[in-house]
């Protein structure tokens, strides 16, 4: 099944800076997924990452706050901007199975911003 | 407006015996449902899923069961073991709405399973 690298795993940083999240995927995909998982909730859509074209933001996301890259068809960021700590979370990333309607899931980065 | 929902946060069942985990969702749309389970400290792995098609699909020990009239889907794992204790997430996709919704997952708030020995 394919493999996503996400990476930091986790991180606590301070209010008012920025961290830049990285997902690296095995296999090339055109759609790539980010989610946000606030404490006690579901898993929210943030973004669609095409490669090629900016990425198309869910309600109530921006990309002022949540800038997204897709460099190539294999690679992925996602940073969070001038966090507070309303931004603490776990933020995973996802592709689409070749072949199925599945997605599979980095192990997700867990941030917390103090 | 939660468009998917479980509303039983937890369930603790014994081993050996069935847990049956519940899903609600209000979208009509919705025509793939996807069942995922987490671990701490781990992202979501995919379990099982079902088309709008069907009302039934068997994998192993895990039977998911689909009510479209209802709206309503179940996950049943028989029988029950330790390592079947996590955080279990209904999703749902409108694969033939296309356009922007095609790749989006709408999930659950998750229900934790805790199957005891």
């Known amino acids: 099944s394919a493999v996503i690298s996400q990476k930091p795993s986790r991180d606590i940083c301070q209010r008012g800076t920025s961290l830049t999240i990285q997902c690296q995927v095995d296999?090339?995909?055109?759609?790539m997924f980010w989610y946000r998982q606030q404490p006690g909730q579901s898993l929210t859509l943030i973004a669609t990452?095409?490669?090629?074209?900016?990425?198309?933001?869910e309600s109530g996301f921006v990309i002022d706050k949540f800038p997204i890259s897709r460099p190539n068809l294999t690679f992925s960021t996602l940073t969070v901007s001038n966090m507070s700590p309303e931004d603490s979370s776990i933020y995973l990333c996802?592709?689409?199975?070749?072949?199925?309607?599945?997605?599979?899931f980095g192990s997700g980065t867990r941030l917390t911003v103090v | 407006d939660q468009q998917v929902k479980q509303n039983s946060p937890s369930l603790s069942v014994q081993e050996g015996r069935i847990s049956i985990l519940n899903c609600d969702y209000t979208?009509?749309?919705?025509?793939?449902f996807l069942w995922y389970k987490k671990y701490p400290a781990e992202g979501p792995t995919f379990l099982i899923s079902?088309?709008?098609?069907?009302d039934k699909n068997e994998d192993g020990r895990f039977t998911v069961f689909l009510n479209k009239s209802a709206k309503h889907l179940s996950l049943h794992i028989v029988p029950s073991q330790p390592g079947d204790s996590a955080v279990y997430f209904c999703?749902?996709?409108?694969?033939?709405?296309?356009?922007?919704?095609?790749?989006?997952?709408?999930f659950g708030q998750g229900t934790i399973l805790t199957v005891h020995p």
């Open positions: 996802s592709k689409r199975d070749r072949g199925t309607y599945g997605y599979t």
């Open positions: 296999s090339q995909v055109t759609m």
């Open positions: 990452a095409n490669q090629g074209s900016e990425a198309t933001y």
């Open positions: 979208n009509s749309m919705f025509d793939y």
């Open positions: 079902i088309s709008s098609i069907k």
């Open positions: 999703a749902a996709s409108a694969i033939g709405a296309g356009g922007t919704s095609y790749g989006k997952l709408t």
